[in-house]
């Protein structure tokens, strides 16, 4: 175990460390970095942690989390040191691609809990002083969604129908898709449907799956409910939005054929140019926009839209957070960037350039639900969950680096306990709609998505309780064990307490927040950077250790850090007096 004066000689107040989940002392968390008297720039250096609900923690003991239990997890939450939460979907939803087929925006799945349990989350997390995010899913519903439902009873040339993408196909009987457009999840991206009269009939646009029609844009009616949706949960106390696809929505309003039809699926970050990132796109987001600021004009705090961008560029990514449109949208070129520092400075220094000359902030991610984790990620490709050294230690590296960046930034479920991709689940358990619908295991987003461990030595390790305990909706691995919450909290050398003690120095750290990034001089294997008035973040992408770049020992490593020296696969910040 590394020794407390070597890794770190700055400490956060004591607390109970190895405390459950319903009480925790949380070190006061100074902000003096922030706009002083300005409530509403909470959003630009927050840390949001995202709640994946059915794998967070589950109340009722269905193997499935649910709104209670992110509530009952709260308290850990704050102790954790995060400023707010993102919610997963809870709509109800037949859940062919767990809750991103919304069958209602307005209502709660059973499954997840109701409306008044909804509500005693977000009462419980201002309580603790956490921002209360929501998924929001504008580009498709379900196809159980009431809508679908009513087009597919109407017929062709409908209103009904017009609030979705049908169309007739081609070929002498209409037997071919309107165009040669992929979904992202494989196969094409038309289906036929049976006329009412039961006939072959139209064929209608689904970028995802047969089970997401997408919703058409250009019909003024699916904008108009959409902020009444809007509404519906502001009025109920959310802090804001996450914004699924928000560079899809519109279409090419002719259709055509794409150039390069399998663009889409080749891999999940390629898109086609004809089906997104249409310029009528920011109109909308400033509708949204000129809601949000409305609530916010009533008591002085922002709500924040913060969206789900793939497009190709920072450049193009910025043209999404201007003033009017997006408060904030991921920077997912941080997260696919490969572990190499001449990527990692390219990426950063684009953000920089780009993004946060519009006014905005960058938001910054290495994890999520979509993703492989980054203990895996930057380990290459083992065979099993049981990675190899390399790739913790530059999960822990790339932690330090991000929460030294200036900006907001996102952590995934897990990371701060790192842990590893579920690799090697049996075929018959998977559940994403991208292997139903491939065969293949390329992409598959099952592995990251496994409950979460919180004590115990044997599945469901506390995830799941109550009287009928079920197991997890997906299998945990036995070697969870050695991640299990109860277990990282009193282990203070654990990834746990490694971010928890960088939530909170970014707090406290005057040079913290979203003021400049400085590059500084290092060898080529180093990336290092200055923050504010002598605050300095190195990392260390080499597997042997080289000398530090600047004297003393560090405030807060990522692993053992004696002064003087960075070691391989490492990150540390340092103070620095730059007066003299």
């Known amino acids: 175990m590394t020794a407390p004066d070597e890794r770190r000689t700055t400490s956060i107040p004591a607390s109970d460390e190895a405390s459950g989940l319903a009480t925790a002392t949380t070190a006061p968390r100074p902000s003096t970095h922030r706009t002083e008297g300005s409530p509403r720039a909470w959003w630009r250096d927050a840390v949001i942690y995202q709640i994946y609900l059915r794998s967070f923690l589950d109340s009722t003991g269905d193997g499935i989390g649910d709104l209670a239990g992110a509530r009952l997890g709260l308290p850990y939450l704050k102790k954790l040191g995060v400023d707010g939460i ?20 307005l209502d709660v799945d059973p499954i997840f809990g109701d409306l008044d349990e909804f509500d005693r989350l977000v009462h419980d997390a201002h309580r603790l002083g956490l921002k209360v995010l929501m998924d929001i899913v504008p580009n498709h519903c379900s196809s159980e969604h009431a809508w679908f439902r009513a087009a597919l009873a109407e017929g062709p040339g409908g209103p009904a129908r017009a609030r979705f993408h049908f169309a007739d196909g081609r070929g ?13 999840f494989g196969g094409p991206a038309w289906s036929r449907v049976t006329e009412p009269d039961g006939t072959p009939g139209q064929w ?7 089970e997401q029609p997408d919703l058409n844009w250009r019909e003024p009616s699916v904008g108009e409910h959409f902020h009444e949706v809007l509404r519906f949960w502001l009025d109920r106390g959310v802090d804001g939005f996450r914004i699924d696809v928000a560079a899809g929505l519109f279409k090419h309003p002719d259709l055509p054929d794409s150039d390069d039809p399998t663009i889409d699926e080749r891999t999940r970050d390629s898109v086609n140019p004809l089906a997104w990132n249409q310029p009528e796109i920011h109109e909308e987001w400033r509708r949204w926009r000129a809601i949000c600021d409305e609530y916010a004009a009533r008591d002085g705090n922002d709500r924040l839209l913060v969206g789900e961008v793939s497009v190709p560029t920072p450049l193009e990514q910025a043209k999404y957070v201007r003033s009017d449109e997006l408060h904030q949208a991921f920077f997912f070129h941080l997260l696919t960037a490969p572990w190499n520092p001449d990527v990692f400075r390219k990426v950063i220094s684009e953000a920089m350039r780009d993004i946060a000359d519009t006014g905005s902030t960058v938001t910054w991610v290495l994890n999520n639900h979509d993703q492989v984790r980054t203990v895996t990620r930057y380990a290459g490709e083992p065979a099993t969950g049981e990675v190899e050294c390399l790739g913790p230690a530059r999960a822990r590296a790339a932690a330090l680096l991000m929460l030294a960046l200036p900006g907001a ?61 079920a197991q997890p909706w997906l299998p945990q691995p036995e070697w969870f064990a050695e991640h299990a919450t109860d277990r990282a909290l009193a282990d203070t050398d654990s990834f746990w307490h490694l971010y928890r003690e960088g939530l909170y120095l970014r707090r406290s750290l005057p040079q913290m927040g979203e003021g400049p990034l400085v590059w500084m001089e290092s060898p080529p294997e180093v990336l290092a950077f200055m923050r504010g008035d002598g605050l300095v973040c190195a990392i260390n992408f080499s597997d042997h250790p080289v000398p530090a770049p600047v004297p003393g020992a560090p405030i807060l490593a990522s692993t053992s850090c004696p002064p003087g020296t960075l070691p391989g696969s490492a990150a540390a910040w340092w103070i620095t007096d730059v007066t003299g």
């Open 86 to 105: 993102w919610l997963s979907p809870f709509y109800p939803s037949p859940q062919h691609d767990h809750g991103y087929d919304v069958a209602d925006y």
């Open 204 to 210: 209608y646009l689904h970028l995802f799956t047969p």
């Open 409 to 469: 930034a996102y952590v995934y479920q897990g990371e701060e306990l790192g842990l590893p991709e579920v690799v090697d689940l049996p075929d018959e358990v998977l559940t994403d709609p991208i292997f139903h619908r491939t065969g293949s295991r390329q992409h598959i987003r099952d592995g990251c998505r496994v409950p979460l461990p919180w004590s115990g030595l044997a599945s469901p390790f506390g995830f799941t309780t109550g009287e009928a305990v």
């Open 172 to 184: 002498a009987d209409g037997e071919l898709p309107p165009n040669n457009w992929h979904a992202m």
